[in-house]
C-alpha cells in the first residue's frame, strides 16, 4: 500500500493544512494508487501504517521551519530535527519525529517516508486557513500529484 496522509487540527487555523489537502484530494478522486488518509489530532496514529505491506508514505503537515508564509517543501525525516518542547510522548502533544523514533524503539517496519511541510501563517483557534495558505492550495494539490506521480513512474 501507499498512503498520503494529511495530519493536523482543523480547529487551529493553518494546523489544518494536511487535513483539508487530503480530504480535497479525495473529493476530487485525486488518488493516483494512493490511499489517503486523515490523523487528525495524534501524530502516533501514524504507526498504524508501518507494516511490511507498506511501500510509501506522503505525510502533509505544517511545518514552522522559518521560511515565509504558505511556502512549501519535500524532505525526509531524516534532513530534519523537532524543535518542539514536549513533556514526553502522549496522544495530546506528540510530533512526527517523535513517532517514527517510537516505531524505531519498536522495530516497526518504517516504510519510506517522505514529508510535505507547509509554513504556517498563524496557528490559532480558528476554523479556516490564512490568507497565504489559502491563496496557495491548488499549488500544494499540484505538488502532491506531481509528487505521486513520480512515485508511481516506471522506472
Known amino acids: 500500500m501507499k498512503y498520503v496522509i494529511g495530519i493536523g487540527n482543523y480547529s487551529m487555523g493553518d494546523d489544518g493544512i494536511g487535513l483539508r489537502l487530503v480530504e480535497a484530494m479525495a473529493e ?9 488518509v486523515e490523523i487528525a489530532h495524534d501524530a502516533l496514529r501514524l504507526l498504524e501504517y508501518f507494516s511490511p505491506d507498506t511501500a510509501q508514505i506522503l ?21 530534519v530535527e523537532t524543535r518542539k518542547c514536549l513533556s514526553g510522548l502522549t496522544t495530546h502533544e506528540s510530533d512526527v519525529l ?6 524505531r524503539r519498536l522495530a516497526l517496519p518504517v516504510p519510506p517516508l517522505t514529508i510535505l511541510g507547509i509554513e504556517p ?12 495558505l489559502e491563496q496557495r492550495f491548488e499549488d500544494y494539490v499540484a505538488a502532491v500529484l506531481d509528487h505521486i506521480r513520480r512515485a508511481t513512474a516506471p522506472g
Not at 476530487?28 to 489517503?36: A, C, I, M, P, S
Not at 521551519?65 to 531524516?78: E, S
Open 59 to 79: 505525510l502533509i503537515d505544517c511545518v514552522t521551519r522559518g521560511a515565509r508564509p504558505g511556502d512549501h517543501r519535500f524532505f525526509t525525516p531524516a534532513e
Open 121 to 132: 501563517e498563524r496557528i490559532a483557534p480558528e476554523a479556516g486557513l490564512s490568507p497565504a
Open 28 to 36: 476530487r478522486g485525486l488518488n493516483n494508487g494512493f490511499e489517503l
Open 98 to 103: 517523535q513517532a517514527l523514533a517510537l516505531a
